[in-house]
Structure formats: structure tokens, C-alpha cells
């Protein structure tokens, strides 16, 4: 079974939706995949109303979420990591170098993947991200970018909830049909 972790600030917005989307997605499909999610913080608590609702109406139930801060063991265990901004990627990557092939934020590997090609028939999750991870550098996300930072909602209007959300689920649409294509369903119902 393939392992995905969606990692943000206080996985209690951006990362939280990112997972439940994510996992709806790919189960619809058929695929195993295990998909969960935490923060860089260590917060604790449930998502806030706002998030609950924003992530209702693209069909996603956070209401028995609860935030936790990524482990070593969670790290060790995910397939692919996916930050929601730079410094989410940084932190992990700091606490765990040997991830970094694996860790990226979630614009980042939509774009590259993109550029690089979905998923072939025959070729391992783990091959297509090391096609996707081929040229990058340390030094790419220093800073913070809107190319590859998705802005956190958290304090925002209920309309700015929403927006993040849609702007999520877009990307984990894009991110599907890149890393889980048709083509593979086709495959492994033969």
C-alpha cells in the first residue's frame, strides 16, 4: 500500500482538506492508498468551523479531525510527503534529509510533474518521483513563492476558506491524474 502525507502549518486547514480530498479521490478509483495528514505545529485541536464547512461543500468530512504534528515514524513510513508551502518542506526535510527526493509542496509537484509527464503505465510511484525530483535543488525553496505556496486561510473570511479549498481540490484533481492515471486503472484490472 502506498503511503501519502499531506503536511502543513497547524494541520488544521490546508492539510487536513488536502487529505480528505486526496483520499476520496483515490478510493474512488480503487487505488490503495493511505493517505493522512499533520503539521509542523503541534496544535491539537479540531479544524475551525470555517475549514469544516469549506471542505463540506467540495465533499470532504473534517468533523472528527484533530491537528498533530508529523512524526519520525510518519515520515519513515510516507511514500511521498507534500507540503502545502516551502517552509513545510524545509522543516521536514531538515528533520528527516533522507526524504527530501520524496517531499515536495503540493504546487511544486503538480507543475513538475506536469512538465515532466504523468505517471506511465508500468512505472513505480517511487520512478515517477524520482523523474519529478530530477534537477531540483535545496536552494529552490528558500524563501517563500506563490509559485509554490498555497496561502493559509486561517483567520480569513469564510470566502477565503472557500477559495483555499477549491484551490486545493483543483490541484489534487491535477495530482491524480498525473500520479494515479487512468491508464493504471485500466492495468491493474487486467
Known amino acids: ?13 490546508r492539510s487536513p482538506t488536502a487529505a480528505a480530498l486526496l483520499a476520496s479521490r483515490v478510493e474512488a478509483k480503487g487505488d490503495a492508498v493511505s493517505v493522512i495528514s499533520a503539521g509542523t505545529l503541534d496544535l491539537g485541536e479540531p479544524s475551525p468551523e470555517e475549514v469544516i464547512a469549506a471542505a463540506a461543500e467540495l465533499g470532504a468530512d473534517l468533523t472528527a479531525h484533530v491537528g498533530h504534528r508529523f ?3 510518519e515520515l519513515a513510513k510516507a511514500d511521498l510527503i507534500i507540503g502545502m508551502a516551502r517552509e513545510h518542506v524545509r522543516e521536514i526535510v531538515l528533520t528527516q ?10 504546487l511544486e ?7 515532466a ?8 510511484l517511487d520512478d515517477w518521483l524520482t523523474r519529478i525530483h530530477d534537477g531540483r535543488r535545496h536552494a529552490d525553496l528558500l524563501g517563500s513563492s506563490d509559485e509554490d505556496d498555497i ?26 491524474a498525473l500520479a494515479w492515471p487512468a491508464e493504471l486503472d485500466r492495468a491493474s484490472a487486467q
Not at 500500500?1 to 486547514?13: D, E, P
Open 97 to 106: 534529509p533522507h526524504v527530501w527526493a520524496r517531499t515536495f509542496t503540493l
Open 71 to 73: 512524526t519520525p515514524e
Open 117 to 124: 509527464g504523468r505517471r506511465g503505465r508500468l512505472e513505480s
Open 151 to 176: 496561502p493559509d486561510p486561517m483567520g480569513g473570511s469564510p470566502g477565503e476558506y472557500r477559495a483555499s479549498a477549491k484551490q486545493i481540490a483543483g490541484l489534487v484533481d491535477e495530482l491524480i
Open 109 to 115: 509537484l503538480v507543475r513538475r510533474g506536469n512538465a
Open 1 to 13: 500500500m502506498t503511503t501519502v502525507l499531506l503536511v502543513c502549518s497547524g494541520n488544521l486547514c
